[in-house]
């Protein structure tokens, strides 16, 4: 039996993990995929982006922000889906 808490904790530490714990590996797969683009737009154009008169980085930030917390919320209610 897997653990909710932990599956939120996981997906707190980086967007997927929990995923992979709980067995919803294309799931996982899909929210570090789309985390790592992010990371990767944010860090690699940060000299593009990180001007604070560009709204573009706000846009990757929320973007950023709300992965974390759908990756967050979607594990902890898919493994307690799954101990029903």
Not at 2 to 29: E, R, T, V
Not at 54 to 68: D, E, H
Request: net charge positive.
């Amino acid at each position: 039996m897997k653990n909710k808490n932990i599956s939120a904790l996981l997906s707190l530490l980086f967007p997927g993990l929990g995923h992979l714990y709980i067995g919803k590996y294309i799931d996982g797969m899909c929210f570090i995929i789309g985390t790592a683009v992010l990371y990767y737009v944010l860090f690699a154009k940060s000299w593009y982006l990180m001007t604070f008169n560009n709204p573009r980085s706000f846009l990757v930030l929320g973007a950023l922000v709300f992965i974390y917390l759908y990756a967050l919320i979607s594990s902890y209610i898919k493994t307690k889906q799954m101990h029903e």
